[in-house]
């Protein structure tokens, strides 16, 4: 039985109405040249190629191949109108139609959508793996230490688990590239993609570079461990503040612009309540900036008041789906509100007098009471006193 279904299987693969020979070539962020080649080539009426980057499972491309005179087919995805990620594995597959009506499915391929514009060096210290294109390997050596130490340190805040995976870690040389090869806004100087394990950051040759390594790569880092953590749904469960903020304590050389942005906000009364950075946050760089300098400060109050372990039931309850102020009163027992306020009074000194009243008035009740007790048992005295 075992030789005739082995027979069968090779019998089915023999009757592949035609065969396809692949080939892609690609100049990243202008285009991707998809090209088969068909035998018997006379037999194709027409030919649909379907692709689909790995990360992006619920969207696929499609496009009709042009047959060219030397026999090839061949259709163009132009990256200059659809973006795609660089690095990143893209599936694909084609649909052959021939002449009689057959239509048959490819089986499928696949190729590394690398960032060819660049010549890449690599380096690695596992779990990590550096891919650079310039600087010294000094440089690259540095940037592999941050990693080390950035999961060291998530580690001792919520007690993150070591990656199952190895690491990649792009490093372009400015913001500008870097940007332009993710489709990301203006302002975005890193990036994490936990799905295909990959981080991105940008590192200028600057006095600020050495810092730049320990803020970004720890901060980006930290982002793949929650995702490694909680998983792909629970990953997206996790508030904003949340996320941001443990990313931001994560960093070996926090941003010095934090306190700045938060000193100015108070001032002008622009603090965002931290409610409305569950789900999101502002768009343009000023308010970004105090998005994050705000998770960043909100999410290191909440560590020092209670703790990692129950920083690490909090990302737990998210997880599992509660929405931002549910998990807040489940695991921490106060109201999302009260814990802003909280956060403020201590941070800021904001409304700390009306703290420490609202936590003294049960001993002030207490010691009214009391006093009002030991006064009615002296008007008593006084009056038996009277009397006698």
């Known amino acids: 039985m075992a030789a005739l279904l082995l027979s069968a299987r090779a019998a089915r693969a023999e009757k592949a109405p035609v065969q396809v020979q692949p080939r892609v070539t690609f100049t990243f962020g202008k285009e991707i040249r998809f090209e088969a080649r068909f035998d018997p080539a006379d037999e194709v009426k027409e030919a649909t190629i ?16 042009v047959f060219a005179r030397d026999g090839a087919a061949v259709f163009t995805h132009d990256m200059q109108q659809t973006p795609l990620p660089p690095f990143v594995n893209i599936f694909y597959w084609f649909r052959v139609t021939l002449k009689d009506g057959t239509a048959y499915t490819t089986p499928s391929f696949s190729f590394v959508l690398e960032d060819n514009r660049f010549q890449w060096q690599s380096m690695e210290n596992p779990p990590f793996r550096v891919y650079w294109y310039k600087g010294s390997t000094a440089f690259a050596q540095s940037i592999l230490d941050a990693a080390a130490q950035g999961l060291m340190q998530a580690q001792e805040l919520w007690a993150a688990a070591p990656p199952q995976d190895t690491v990649a870690i792009y490093v372009y040389a ?14 975005v100087a890193g990036h994490a993609s936990p799905a295909y394990h990959a981080l991105f950051v940008a590192l200028a040759d600057t006095p600020q570079q050495a810092s730049d390594i320990r803020r970004l790569v720890p901060h980006e880092l930290a982002h793949y461990l929650l995702y490694q953590q909680t998983g792909p749904a629970g990953y997206r469960s996790l508030p904003m503040w949340l996320n941001e903020g443990l990313a931001s304590a994560n960093e070996r050389s926090p941003n010095p612009d ?24 502002p ?27 129950t920083l690490r039931a909090l990302i737990t309850a998210y997880a599992d789906g509660m929405d931002c102020e549910a ?42 009471v009391l006093l009002l007790s030991l006064a009615a048992g002296a008007w008593v005295i006084s009056l038996q006193g009277s009397k006698g």
């Open 258 to 281: 934090y306190p700045i942005v938060l000193k100015e906000a108070l001032e002008n009364h622009r603090l965002i309540p931290i409610k409305g950075l569950c789900y999101g946050f």
């Open 174 to 187: 400015d913001a500008q590239t870097l940007q332009s090869a993710l489709g990301a806004e203006g302002w």
């Open 50 to 65: 379907f692709y689909r980057p790995e990360w992006q499972q619920g969207e696929t491309f499609t496009g009709s191949l």
């Open 327 to 368: 998990g807040a009163e489940q695991v921490l027992h106060e109201s999302l509100y009260r814990l802003d306020r909280d956060w403020q009074a201590e941070t800021f000194n904001v409304g700390k007098w009306s703290q420490l009243f609202r936590h003294m008035l049960p001993w002030l009740v207490l010691l009214l």
């Open 283 to 309: 768009v343009d760089a000023s308010g970004a900036l105090l998005a994050y300098a705000e998770s960043a400060s909100f999410t290191n109050y909440l560590l020092h008041r209670y703790g990692r372990s």
